[in-house]
């Protein structure tokens, strides 16, 4: 197999980094050019308040979404467990209308720029500092290490390339996108997910004519329809108990449970996320996240059905052990290298050129965010109250720097390759998910939630998920069997609860937790912050609910053909 790139496919790739850099460039310039004092303002640096038109917003959302683990890691769940693993996609489509309706107003009515600062206002500093310095460590430590080791691992095994050339080059390319700030990012992000979409869709296109080649037929359709026909165990949404991926994903879980805290905390209390809507009015941020809606339902298309195919190649000994492994060797995460790696000349440019855009856009997007909590949260609040905006944007493009050099020297030392991207992230978030989503959702909707109920969900909820993990080894859980949350692998003795169902459990002992220290406090006379709410804010525009209408019913359908 061929590990490197032609030169026509280094032309492709060459063209799609002039247009993003130039494209880049140009707005920066076009920013600073006017008005030299706008370089200084540190709300159009980090926010790019009232620049960003919703066609950037939603764009740059998927671009900062779409990544190494997507491409390589959910690419491989599609080699391993099918379509199912697409409800990541399809229920986070669901997800930012309910962000978009309920978050995002409350946010923007109460103009907070940064998570750490909500907190700060609606319960104390001592809470919103210990969350800010969390994020940045989980940011740098888990979430920017794994895009930039995945990706340069991904980016070396397509090009032949050294893999720590394309960490560091990622890294450059990706400090150059950044330091102009979020305007920049935001609008060459609608360059990104151009080339994302493209090279995604022609990766999926030659993926399912190649299925449909090898059984003597051809085109896209023929390919889709083998599929299913040859793989249809790999074309079910809902998993049932005695399914060996039942652990990942548990059932109903995925449509009643843990999946909503999953999506809902990543989605609506994630500064790497919500940054992007947060300097545009709500109309403006309201139809970003929509069309975001939109283009997370094709996302399955181009990082899913690759996967699925290449299992129906490799079942048919289309591809072998040289490409996947064999036995406990097998490794699913080679899914989607291994296409790229047989697509014609030129288009494995284009493919190429997709995958160093989702990567790079959600470096750029990482960081950022790591900048403007450092920058807005630690810097400005502790280290220096009276600092310009002018030093706040310095300062500001110093953490970028500095957060990208951390995440390059120590992203080859924490065994990313070894656990899998994908489980990676979902392992360490998952950790304290559970907790700050309820400290949030009672802190939005909830006027009596107090700052010491706060506190328990941020540190209560993570021992809690540490309990969880471990209480398997402790004691027979059999008992919750019948009701699907515990099954025994196979090869094992001992009964797991289900990642999902885990969440699950944590989030609902840190409500009912908040909601009695809350109750004792404010019974003696404890006074707490709230936000200002006003009903009318959560109405949408007709257009956006017809919009939101037709997600609901595309989702419908899709659940009800591959249930």
Same mark, same amino acid.
């Given at each position: 197999?061929?590990?490197?790139?032609?030169?026509?496919?280094?032309?492709?790739?060459?063209?799609?980094?002039?247009?993003?850099?130039?494209?880049?460039?140009?707005?920066?310039?076009?920013?600073?050019?006017?008005?030299?004092?706008?370089?200084?303002?540190?709300?159009?640096?980090?926010?790019?308040?009232?620049?960003?038109?919703?066609?950037?917003?939603?764009?740059?959302?998927?671009?900062?979404?779409?990544?190494?683990?997507?491409?390589?890691?959910?690419?491989?769940?599609?080699?391993?467990?099918?379509?199912?693993?697409?409800?990541?996609?399809?229920?986070?489509?669901?997800?930012?209308?309910?962000?978009?309706?309920?978050?995002?107003?409350?946010?923007?009515?109460?103009?907070?720029?940064?998570?750490?600062?909500?907190?700060?206002?609606?319960?104390?500093?001592?809470?919103?500092?210990?969350?800010?310095?969390?994020?940045?460590?989980?940011?740098?430590?888990?979430?920017?290490?794994?895009?930039?080791?995945?990706?340069?691992?991904?980016?070396?095994?397509?090009?032949?390339?050294?893999?720590?050339?394309?960490?560091?080059?990622?890294?450059?390319?990706?400090?150059?996108?950044?330091?102009?700030?979020?305007?920049?990012?935001?609008?060459?992000?609608?360059?990104?997910?151009?080339?994302?979409?493209?090279?995604?869709?022609?990766?999926?296109?030659?993926?399912?004519?190649?299925?449909?080649?090898?059984?003597?037929?051809?085109? +896209?359709?023929?390919?889709?329809?083998?599929?299913?026909?040859?793989?249809?165990?790999?074309?079910?949404?809902?998993?049932?108990?005695?399914?060996?991926?039942?652990?990942?994903?548990?059932?109903?879980?995925?449509?009643?449970?843990?999946?909503?805290?999953?999506?809902?905390?990543?989605?609506?209390?994630?500064?790497?996320?919500?940054?992007?809507?947060?300097?545009?009015?709500?109309?403006?941020?309201?139809?970003?996240?929509?069309?975001?809606?939109?283009?997370?339902?094709?996302?399955?298309?181009? +990082?899913?059905?690759?996967?699925?195919?290449?299992?129906?190649?490799?079942?048919?000994?289309?591809?072998?052990?040289?490409?996947?492994?064999?036995?406990?060797?097998?490794?699913?995460?080679?899914?989607?290298?291994?296409?790229?790696?047989?697509?014609?000349?030129?288009?494995?440019?284009?493919?190429?050129?997709?995958?160093?855009?989702?990567?790079?856009?959600?470096?750029?997007?990482?960081?950022?965010?790591?900048?403007?909590?450092?920058?807005?949260?630690?810097?400005?609040? +502790?280290?220096?109250?009276?600092?310009?905006?002018?030093?706040?944007?310095?300062?500001?493009?110093?953490?970028?720097?500095?957060?990208?050099?951390?995440?390059?020297?120590?992203?080859?030392?924490?065994?990313?390759?070894?656990?899998?991207?994908?489980?990676?992230?979902?392992?360490?978030?998952?950790?304290?998910?559970?907790?700050?989503?309820?400290?949030?959702?009672?802190?939005?909707?909830?006027?009596?939630?107090?700052?010491?109920?706060?506190?328990?969900?941020?540190?209560?909820?993570?021992?809690?998920?540490?309990?969880?993990?471990?209480?398997?080894?402790?004691?027979?859980?059999?008992?919750?069997?019948?009701?699907?949350?515990?099954?025994?692998?196979?090869?094992?003795? +001992?009964?797991?609860?289900?990642?999902?169902?885990?969440?699950?459990?944590?989030?609902?002992?840190?409500?009912?937790?908040?909601?009695?220290?809350?109750?004792?406090?404010?019974?003696?006379?404890?006074?707490?912050?709230?936000?200002?709410?006003?009903?009318?804010?959560?109405?949408?525009?007709?257009?956006?609910?017809?919009?939101?209408?037709?997600?609901?019913?595309?989702?419908?359908?899709?659940?009800?053909?591959?249930?």
């Amino acid at each position: 197999m061929m590990h490197q790139l032609a030169t026509l496919d280094y032309i492709v790739f060459f063209i799609y980094f002039v247009i993003v850099a130039g494209y880049g460039i140009w707005i920066y310039r076009r920013k600073t050019g006017h008005d030299g004092t706008i370089e200084g303002d540190s709300k159009d640096y980090f926010l790019a308040e009232g620049s960003l038109t919703w066609w950037a917003i939603g764009s740059s959302l998927i671009a900062s979404n779409i990544s190494a683990e997507q491409f390589v890691g959910m690419s491989g769940s599609g080699f391993k467990m099918g379509l199912a693993i697409a409800t990541y996609e399809w229920m986070a489509a669901l997800t930012l209308i309910i962000v978009a309706v309920f978050f995002i107003p409350v946010y923007l009515k109460n103009n907070i720029s940064t998570m750490p600062q909500f907190l700060h206002q609606r319960y104390n500093g001592t809470v919103a500092m210990i969350m800010a310095i969390f994020w940045l460590m989980l940011y740098v430590v888990v979430n920017l290490t794994s895009i930039l080791y995945l990706g340069a691992i991904a980016v070396s095994s397509i090009s032949g390339l050294n893999l720590d050339f394309c960490l560091y080059a990622l890294a450059a390319f990706a400090i150059i996108i950044t330091l102009g700030g979020m305007k920049v990012i935001g609008f060459t992000d609608v360059i990104q997910v151009f080339f994302l979409i493209l090279g995604g869709l022609a990766t999926t296109y030659l993926a399912l004519n190649m299925v449909a080649e090898h059984y003597g037929q051809s085109g +896209v359709m023929n390919g889709f329809n083998l599929m299913t026909d040859q793989a249809s165990d790999h074309f079910q949404m809902i998993f049932k108990r005695d399914n060996p991926n039942y652990l990942d994903l548990p059932g109903l879980t995925v449509l009643l449970g843990g999946m909503w805290i999953v999506n809902l905390n990543y989605w609506g209390c994630n500064q790497y996320i919500t940054q992007r809507a947060l300097g545009a009015d709500l109309p403006t941020a309201r139809s970003g996240l929509l069309f975001a809606a939109f283009l997370k339902l094709l996302m399955p298309v181009i +990082v899913v059905l690759p996967g699925i195919a290449a299992y129906v190649l490799y079942k048919q000994d289309v591809f072998g052990a040289a490409e996947f492994g064999q036995g406990a060797d097998l490794n699913p995460d080679r899914a989607y290298p291994v296409l790229l790696n047989i697509l014609p000349i030129g288009l494995k440019g284009l493919s190429f050129a997709a995958l160093t855009a989702a990567v790079v856009a959600s470096l750029a997007g990482k960081a950022n965010s790591i900048a403007t909590i450092f920058t807005l949260d630690v810097y400005h609040k +502790v280290i220096n109250p009276n600092a310009t905006e002018k030093n706040l944007v310095s300062v500001g493009k110093i953490a970028v720097v500095v957060a990208m050099i951390l995440g390059v020297l120590i992203a080859p030392h924490l065994g990313i390759d070894k656990k899998g991207g994908f489980q990676y992230i979902q392992e360490y978030t998952g950790f304290v998910s559970p907790g700050i989503f309820a400290m949030f959702i009672l802190g939005f909707f909830w006027k009596r939630t107090t700052s010491a109920a706060a506190l328990f969900a941020t540190i209560g909820g993570f021992l809690l998920s540490v309990m969880f993990k471990f209480l398997p080894n402790i004691m027979d859980l059999s008992f919750l069997a019948p009701f699907g949350f515990a099954v025994k692998p196979e090869g094992s003795n +001992v009964y797991e609860i289900p990642f999902l169902d885990r969440m699950g459990f944590v989030f609902i002992i840190c409500i009912v937790a908040m909601i009695i220290i809350s109750l004792l406090q404010t019974s003696r006379g404890v006074k707490t912050n709230g936000l200002e709410v006003d009903s009318s804010m959560f109405k949408p525009k007709p257009s956006f609910a017809i919009g939101a209408m037709v997600i609901v019913v595309i989702l419908t359908a899709l659940y009800t053909i591959y249930w």
